[in-house]
Every structure is written in structure tokens, then in C-alpha cells.
């Protein structure tokens, strides 16, 4: 099992690109959430999704798109890049159940100039 | 809407110190997982608690869910230099609140 694959690694974006950052699990979960981490603001809710078909927001929504076709794959998309969404984003997903233990992927470190 | 705080943010200590991140929380909480993140890397489940009052530990660490479940405690005895890394809380089933992390350092 790969478990939660991230990509690209990098990316450097010029304000207003539009690109998606992909996100893939192998692991038949349920659930699956994107995450943005900044120094020293910790790991913020960007959206998540209980199921295939099913996403909502989290803590910080705007400027990103998500959808959720299949079971496998959570697609994060930054729909107009802001300096201010510079930062390290992260997929996880976990399984529906009595553990909510989150699988994390690499990350994908973005820099918009 | 439900906040996490954790404390300290960061923690120098001397190898074979012991060390103590704090998770508060203004309402009740369902859950607490605590993950641990080493520098450059993503972060990984450490533990989950459950039931008021609840004590877990592994190996050096003992985790702590508070009587009241609004907070927990991480404890770390006689450090090493691989325990470096931001300690997180968090708490939820699917829509997941982090702390802030307390970033530890150990020094040799």
C-alpha cells in the first residue's frame, strides 16, 4: 500500500494561476480532509469529505475548490493564487469508525510570488 | 465554533529532561488524538482518547484525558534527541480541530 500519495512536492505559482493540488489513498477510507500549515498557526481545515460525492468546508475555505468523484482521489483547487496562500498543504484521510486516526501524506510545499 | 489551545508553544530541554504539552479546550471534547510532526515531515498518529479520565502511555510517553474531557496532557520522561518534533492535539470523528503544537527541542 502507498497510502496517502501528494503531488507535485513543490510548486511555485505567479499570483492569480489557477492549479490543483492531487491527492490519492489507497486504503478504502472514508474520509478525507485538506489541511494548510503555516508557521506557527498549526494545521488549519481547508475542506473535507465524508464520502464520495460529499465534501463541506472547514476553518479556512476561501480560495479553494474540492471535489470528490471516487472513493481514491480528493483533488484541492486553488481557483486564483493569493500570496497569502503560501504555505505547506496536506492531505489525510482516515476511516470511518470507532479510531479516528489520520493517514497524512507528504505534502506539497506551494510558494505564490 | 470549538478552539483548541495547546501550551507551550515551544520547549527546549536538556536530553533526559522530562516534557509536558498541555491541550485546553473550551467545550466538552468527544476525543483527543495527539500526533507528533519531526521537522520537514507530515504529521503521525500517536494516540486516541476516549473516556474521562482516561491514561495511556507508550514506552516514555503517557497521555491524559482530563476528568471534565476539555483537556489533555502529553508527557514525555527522560528525553532523547529523537523525541524532536511539534507535538499536536486534536479532536474530533471527521471534521478535525488542531492545537497549535508545541515544537520541542532537545539538546544533546
Known amino acids: 500500500n502507498a497510502g496517502v500519495t501528494q503531488t507535485p512536492k513543490f510548486q511555485v505559482l505567479k499570483t492569480g494561476q489557477s492549479m490543483t493540488l492531487q491527492c490519492a489513498q489507497d486504503?478504502?477510507?472514508?474520509?478525507m480532509s485538506w489541511y494548510r500549515q503555516d508557521p506557527g498557526m498549526g494545521l488549519r481545515l481547508i475542506h473535507y469529505?465524508?464520502?464520495?460525492?460529499?465534501?463541506d468546508q472547514g476553518e479556512v475555505p476561501n480560495g479553494y475548490n474540492v471535489s470528490r468523484s471516487t472513493t481514491e482521489d480528493f483533488p484541492l483547487r486553488l481557483l486564483s493564487a493569493a500570496p497569502s496562500q503560501t504555505s505547506v498543504y496536506f492531505c489525510?484521510?482516515?476511516?470511518?469508525?470507532?479510531?479516528?486516526?489520520?493517514?497524512f501524506g507528504p505534502g506539497t510545499r506551494l510558494t505564490v510570488t | 465554533g470549538q478552539q483548541v489551545m495547546q501550551i507551550p508553544q515551544y520547549q527546549h530541554v536538556q536530553e533526559g529532561e522530562d516534557f509536558t504539552t498541555y491541550c485546553n479546550s473550551s467545550t466538552t471534547l468527544s476525543n483527543i488524538q495527539w500526533y507528533k510532526q519531526r521537522p520537514g515531515g507530515h504529521p503521525v498518529f500517536l494516540i486516541q482518547l476516549v473516556k474521562s479520565g482516561e491514561v495511556k502511555k507508550q514506552k516514555r510517553l503517557t497521555f491524559q484525558f482530563g476528568e471534565a474531557k476539555k483537556n489533555s496532557s502529553l508527557h514525555i520522561t527522560a528525553t532523547q534527541t529523537t523525541d524532536v518534533g511539534t507535538y499536536f492535539c486534536?479532536?474530533?470523528?471527521?471534521?478535525?480541530?488542531f492545537g497549535t503544537g508545541t515544537r520541542l527541542k532537545v539538546l544533546a
Open positions: 489525510a484521510s482516515s476511516r470511518q469508525g470507532a479510531s479516528y486516526e489520520q493517514y
Open positions: 469529505s465524508v464520502g464520495a460525492g460529499i465534501t
Open positions: 486504503m478504502n477510507h472514508e474520509y
Open positions: 486534536t479532536s474530533g470523528t471527521y471534521k478535525y480541530i
